[in-house]
């Protein structure tokens, strides 16, 4: 029974000091920014106070914003529960009224409640308190943390090469005091604060702050739309048909699909046998030729089978039927062997002589 015991104070011992919770973020996760600008253990948190803390990222691949993942600590270690979270999305202003670059335009926003993100940790360093932009206090506390926004409804979309702004509010009252923490991964301009409501935009210099933005493209689904049909076929000739490829998936998402499989019989050609960025709501037409068995009097029948390139799982058929006819002369043929015949049964060659 004690050694039962001592197993399980061990279990909650080593879950307890991993200071990992579901859903928070690791270098391996990956990224949708120029990298992700990690926490300083031994850096400097800039207090939220009564103002709004603000950095830059610039977006490395088109795709909805999904995770927000930031790390903060608590002046003199006193951690609190944080009750909400206000974050928003901003356009960027390279130069700004000042010189330096700051947030421009609300993009997206929201404040995120209580169970709508993860805290993970905590970590130790020795660290500072900055009061924005420039009263710094060192040795203030140990402890840092992750804050994970996971799963985000109705994200933001971001677009390839485009420089946001990432704006962050926490709550604070006299005994709540918490703060952004820095990096040593700077990225163009420092980071900015603004007080309420924004109006101006003022630069804490030599800063940037410890964030990473991640999420992924919008969903393409594959559907298709057709049947190719032929009738009557004379054995050995190639015809020709059309269907169309189509993207009906999320907006702003772009189809990668191929060709994959198609009937066994005859000689088979497509044209285009595959795409790249199809956009959602658009269509592409495929020209499908085949030589036709050189069999008479056969039903031919199968599927084309093309595939989402990013999903195998995502694929749609196209119905084939190909008929060749019987062994038999054509109205023209069966004319000009009954006119032979006549000519020869009344010799009317000899006649017209």
Known sequence: MRKKQICVLMCVLLISSSGIALADWSPGDGHKM??????????????????YLADDWKCNETGFVKD????????????????????????????????WSIPDELLWEKTFQEGEFIVAGPW??????????????????????????????????????????????????????????????????NAVFSSEPITNWWLIDGIDLSFVING??????????????????TPGDTVSGNFKVGNIGEPN????????????????????????????????????????PIDKNQNYTGNITIVNSDDSSNFCEIPVFLQTPRSRLSFNQLLLKFLARLFQRFQIFDWLQ
């Open 216 to 233: 992924e493209p919008p969903k393409p689904e594959l559907v298709c739309e057709g049947n190719l049909r032929w009738l009557e076929i």
């Open 253 to 292: 998402s772009l189809l990668n699909w191929y060709v994959d499989n198609w009937p066994s019989w005859g000689s088979w050609d497509f044209s285009p046998n595959s795409g790249t960025g199809l956009p959602d709501g658009n269509w592409v037409n495929i020209t499908a030729t085949v030589e036709t």
């Open 124 to 189: 130790d360093g020795n660290q500072g308190w900055l009061n924005p932009p420039s009263q710094y206090y060192p040795d203030n506390h140990q402890e840092y943390y992750q804050i994970n926004i996971p799963e985000i409804d109705s994200p933001y979309l971001q677009y390839i090469d485009d420089i946001y702004w990432l704006v962050i509010k926490m709550p604070f009252d006299d005994q709540y005091i918490c703060g952004w923490k820095t990096t040593l991964d700077s990225f163009m301009d």
């Open 34 to 51: 120029h990298f992700p600008q990690m926490p300083d253990p031994d850096g400097w948190d800039v207090d939220w106070g009564l103002v």
């Open 68 to 99: 927000i993942h930031f790390w903060i600590s608590w002046w003199n270690d006193e951690v609190q529960t944080i009750p909400w979270i206000y974050v928003s999305i901003w356009s960027n202003n390279p130069t700004g009224p000042h010189g």
